[in-house]
């Protein structure tokens, strides 16, 4: 089945563990150019894009600047980027109920998470819009539909994405044409973080 990703560029953001290592895993097998994010995972994203035939890239998306320096990169090396999926996330612990969540935590996990995805999201979209096309997937969690016991914070901030962030963005980018935005929200998986 032909995709149509041969020759594409492809960021995932938090590439290099999870969620994130098994996307790029998939795109570079349908023969994309796949940049493999990271923060502070050097190692593994470097480990991971010697396996794909990817590069890495580094950038703390918490810094709006980061993420525009980020999509300028990729764009000024590749001479475009195509597809963008916004993994990178936190999950906090240990559980707590809300009541025993501080403010602290709290911010934390919004930054960490919708935070880091309004940034990618900023960052790409502005890039798309400039050139007409492109197409970006936002990764929230099946907490963000249901709810999480003991993650109240984590829960917020991925169901801000899946509801308020794409219905907003996919009403943004309608009147540019030629870019999509989408949203999967995955439950629980196992990862090698996780066994």
């Not at 050139?131 to 999480?148: D, F, K, M, N, Q």
């Not at 016991?149 to 907003?168: E, N, P, R």
Request: with cysteine; proline share 3%; net charge negative.
């Amino acid at each position: 089945v032909e995709t149509g990703l041969q020759g594409k560029v492809v960021l995932v953001t938090g590439g290099a563990g999870g969620i994130g290592h098994a996307i790029c895993r998939a795109f570079a097998a349908e023969g994309a150019c796949v940049v493999v994010h990271h923060h502070s995972s050097t190692v593994a994203a470097a480990s991971l894009a010697e396996e794909i035939d990817g590069i890495t890239i580094c950038a703390d998306l918490r810094d709006d600047k980061e993420a525009l320096l980020m999509v300028r990169s990729i764009v000024s090396d590749f001479g475009g980027l195509d597809i963008c999926i916004a993994n990178a996330g936190h999950y906090p612990t240990p559980s707590k109920p809300l009541w025993e969540i501080d403010g602290e935590r709290w911010a934390s996990t919004m930054d960490s998470n919708l935070g880091v995805t309004v940034s990618t999201a900023r960052a790409f979209l502005g890039h798309a819009a400039e050139v007409g096309r492109g197409s970006i997937v936002l990764i929230g969690s099946t907490a963000g539909i249901y709810g999480e016991s003991g993650h109240a914070d984590y829960a917020a901030a991925k169901g801000a994405i899946t509801s308020g962030l794409l219905m907003s963005l996919k009403n943004d980018v309608s009147q540019i044409g030629g870019v999509r935005v989408n949203a999967i929200a995955p439950g629980w998986t196992v990862t090698p973080k996780k066994i």
